[in-house]
């Protein structure tokens, strides 16, 4: 896969969780690269809040990585 | 998306929590920005016992998060 | 919400686990302040074991927290 | 509750792991403390796999638990 | 229980990881140790994705705690 | 099984988070390593958005762990 992540450090808090939403992505993309299957999937299921809510595990996971790795902003 | 995390840090364990469910709440809206989207599949899923334990899950995984920055209120 | 919880720290492991506890109940009640709602969901799926072991998970999760704030009780 | 938890050591990692399965079965009991219900639930379900890999990802989350607060032992 | 661990210290990252798979089994046998029941329970879900995945979330819990009390093999 | 994992150690964050996807795929071979059943089950359930998310949840429990041992690659 291309060149899509140079390091975990970011300027602020919020840009933590935005890397964190990327690397949430990015584990789903790396399961199932193909684009069309990806979304035939989302439409049967990605839109209920059982999806969103998982979807946020994941992202909350990574963001400890992330905060972590940036000392927590202090 | 507008600015609306500053800092990690709280002045007090229960200012932590609450910071931890929106952080969760977050991660929810960035997933799915559409709010009328997000309205309609809460109406299906939102009440039951089922989404809200894993919503608290995933608040449970941010306050160790946000904890860790805040050395716990120590 | 009124004031409920002032410190993480707690005397022994075992109310350490209660406040892991309350921490686990509060981040369903913020999700889901109606009580009335709150009653009826767990009508329909809080007795059953799925609903019991994802209610414990989250209580493993803020035991975590409460664990390393109290430097495990050592 | 009576008491039942007065520390996280233990002399071996198996003993911690076993320790791990206490914190598991009472962070079900507090929540269903009522033995009927909480059989009546394990029939319909706590036969099957699904209940099976749950309840270990709980015994796993507080076994990170007290590992850390054994010193992992070393 | 028989004795069946002694140590989290191994030799390798693989080693860990195999230790790991063992652990989360264990904590199947724990909460279910009739090994009929095992069986039948794994032959209606034990093979699909689901149930893999949840297992592999499993051992990366464990995993966790295994890398850690190695120091990450460095 | 044959040797597959030496070291934890990478070059880059994101080898690092391409090692956490190659031990999330370990850790269902392990618990399933008859490709036949693997791909079957895969079939039914692997395109959908659920399981996709939960495999993205073992790739974030990794990565924790792998950007720990590299330290976060500062």
């Known amino acids: 896969m291309e060149n899509w ?3 975990l450090q970011t ?3 919020q840009e933590g ?3 964190a939403i990327k690397l949430a992505r990015m584990g789903v993309k790396y399961t199932q690269p193909d ?3 990806l979304k035939a999937g989302r439409e049967e299921y990605g839109e209920n809040a059982e999806f969103l ?3 946020s595990q994941v992202v909350a996971t990574h963001y400890q990585t992330v905060a972590e790795a940036n ?3 202090k």
């Open 71 to 73: 000392h927590y902003w």
């Open 35 to 37: 684009m069309e299957v």
């Open 11 to 13: 300027d602020t808090p």
């Open 5 to 7: 992540l140079n390091s």
């Open 17 to 19: 969780f935005e890397l």
């Open 53 to 55: 809510i998982n979807a």
